[in-house]
């Protein structure tokens, strides 16, 4: 009997070894420092020997010379280009004087003598019998827009979803990525934040259930299998190349990605040639508009909630002096006013602060009204835990800094900026933040007020912006 070897597995064995699953399924899209892998180093050794990785330096320098003198660094990670984050040390691996980059240091330390890998071998099948179990329903603006982000990826065109907060961009998703799953191709969702990508990972793993997909961010565990669909915070993206066929990034306007010329960068280093990208955002910046018509996007707006009710509007509350009044021990009348109505009514609530070390002096006098009460900042290890004990009603309220702007959704949460004239709360950030109230089908409505020492135009601009757009989508007697 003669038997015939699958073209895949010749090429497993042709070069001396067979191809270990885990390792092709980690590696394939990803590039990583050779000495710190998940597997042992003889292993990576072994790999590299028999050509099924690319081995490539951590930095490019241009002009050779002495250290600083002329030279010129690119980090092959995350393509950081910006000479200041370059440092130099003596490195105890070498022994020599090496330069580092700071820009990507938290995933571990590119110098001038790493080697990074890149798989080089057979890549993981993909398979095209996905299903969406959703049982939701498109308004006829949702259907359109998730029509004209399907038509935009199948024809390799970039894409920008301009939608309202609340305005179900991410059910939006559900057909497009759908789609280019069934065509085996593998799709990336990136966003800036951690929390939005905590938020939507559940989401994607119920109306996905059999497709494997991973979630990665900061401290992520360590996940199985090949992932053909992918969350993931824009920082991770550093870790990829020339990954994926699909790239969608939400709420795309977010710090740090805007600010970051690395982050964007690392947006288009992992999608494949060709790759079409997709933006999803409430408020787009006249960059990413700009870039959009020069290029001639597909284009997308939503003006409406998908429960077709108006979208709140802020109101304004002077705090004179809040900050001092809070190092002297004591709640602000008016924030206290507010604090204990929301208490009385049983209402869940978010507090937005400028600044961790004010919302820390915060903290203990509302702990007074209510024990129960809690805060969270980028720093906070149990924010996950907590959003999520807020949001099965397991404490009244959360203070937080704007690390909760975006990507939250919490049934009838009520929500109050403190300090709304701080330069930390720009135009989009107040607007995001707003966006948080009235999301749920069941309550439309509620309460965001603005406490200030002081109206900026940034105030001024958020809500001018939420009046316009609820008349366009409604009106002008039903947007006010």
Known sequence: ??????????????????????????????????????????????????????????????????????????????????????????????????????HCINMGRVTSCTELITWNGPQPLTHKNHILDWNGTFTEAQNEAANQLTNSIK????????????????EILFPAVLNALNRGLRVCIATPRTDVVLELFPRFQKVFP???????????????????LVLSTTHQLFRFEDAFDVVIVDEADAFPYTFDQALQKAVYKVKKERAPIALVTATPSPQILARMKKENWGYSFIPKRYHEHPLPVPRYESLWSYDKV?????????????????????EPFLIFFPTIQLMQLALPLFQQLNEDIVSVHAEDAN????????????????????????????????????????????????????GRVGRNVAFPKGDIVFFHHG??????????????????GFGKNEAL
């Open 1 to 102: 009997m003669i038997f015939k070897l699958s073209k895949a597995y010749k090429y497993a064995t042709y070069r001396g070894i067979i191809i270990e699953p885990q390792i092709r399924d980690f590696f394939s899209g990803r590039i990583w420092t050779r000495k710190n892998t998940p597997f042992t180093q003889t292993k990576i050794d072994t790999y590299i020997l028999r050509n099924y990785f690319t081995t490539k330096p951590g930095l490019t320098i241009k002009k050779k010379g002495l250290i600083f003198q002329g030279q010129h660094f690119t980090c092959n990670r995350c393509r950081n280009e910006i000479q200041l984050e370059f440092i130099l040390y003596n490195c105890a691996k070498c022994e020599e004087q090496c330069v580092y980059c700071r």
């Open 326 to 346: 809070i190092k002297k021990g004591r709640i602000p009348r008016k924030l206290l006013e507010w604090s204990e109505t929301k208490l009385s009514n049983k």
């Open 210 to 228: 059999n497709t494997t997909l991973h979630a990665l961010y900061g401290n992520s565990p360590q996940q199985t299998g090949f992932p053909q």
């Open 383 to 434: 924010r996950k835990e907590k959003v999520m004990k807020l949001r099965n009603e397991e404490i009244p309220g959360l203070l937080t800094t704007t690390i909760l702007e975006r990507g939250i959704t919490i049934k009838n949460v009520q929500v109050a900026v403190v300090g709304a004239e701080s330069k930390i709360f720009t135009s989009s950030a107040l607007i995001q933040i707003s």
């Open 155 to 170: 024809h390799r065109r970039n894409h920008l979803i301009h939608a309202v907060c609340g305005a179900g961009k991410t």
């Open 455 to 472: 109206i900026t135009a940034e105030m001024d601009e958020a809500r001018n912006e939420i009046l316009r757009l609820n008349k366009e």
